[in-house]
């Protein structure tokens, strides 16, 4: 488990963010941040590289070294200046109303879900939530399928959960979905289904 968490999840994770197919979504949602921004779970930081002239500077938030010392590198090349909070996303280290977006990018499946209120706490008024995550899918026989799967895949998968419901907990949590656009990444139903959009604190 040690060298699945540690070492080939890891890869994973930074294979689907390299999937060439995933990458228009990326920069949809990217390109969208503005003023200061905090992306939470940045991994190795694939998306650093995108932040455009609209923002002033990103905190990117990772709890895993590992990662972090990879994204790094990934910051040298970045337009905009980059900071790292390696901390959890439940309790994040920035004070209340200091950021004017915030961005995740396949974080919402993994993240204890009451760190979403961390994330309305730290968002400006008229601050905005802008995020491309994989969830819950529409169809029942689908969602069948994630839901037996899912207490197996969470375990090997570093608590991803292929079966969580996006919209639902983004609006559980306080925020006012503005936009939402979904759909089915190709390959298999129970990890494609995806929820891209913004929301505001409501």
Known sequence: ???Y???ILPKLCDYSMRNERLK???ERVIGAAEGRVLEIGAG???NLRLYGPAVSEVVALEPDPKLTHMANRNAAEASRPV???EASAEAIPLEGKSVDTVVTTWTLCTIPLNALAELRRVLKPG???LFVEHGLAPEEGVQRWQNRLDPIWSRISGGCHIN???RSVIEDAGFRIERLETGCFPGPKVMGFFSEGSAKPS
């Open 44 to 46: 190795s930081g694939l």
């Open 164 to 166: 969580r419901p996006i």
């Open 127 to 129: 601050g905005k939530f």
């Open 1 to 3: 488990m040690g060298l």
């Open 83 to 85: 900071s790292f909070l």
């Open 5 to 7: 968490r540690n070492v």
């Open 24 to 26: 228009p979504y990326r």
